[in-house]
């Protein structure tokens, strides 16, 4: 279940053993990434492409929205 966290808590999580997924096209990834972020483009999403994250620690999952 999806749930919002503010940036407190992502950068607690982020120190931890968390893992941030940025669902961004592959383009706008490779122009500009959080430090550390995996690239799985939103559209790509699903159990093969996130096969090799670790299930047993966060998942965080970004996405820049321009609007």
Known sequence: MPTRIEIDEL???L???AQLVEVLPADEYREEHLPGAISIP???????TTAGLDK????IVYCWDYL
């Open 11 to 13: 950068h607690a999580l």
């Open 15 to 17: 120190g931890g053993e």
């Open 42 to 48: 939103l559209k790509e999403l699903d159990t093969q």
């Open 56 to 59: 047993g620690h966060p998942i």
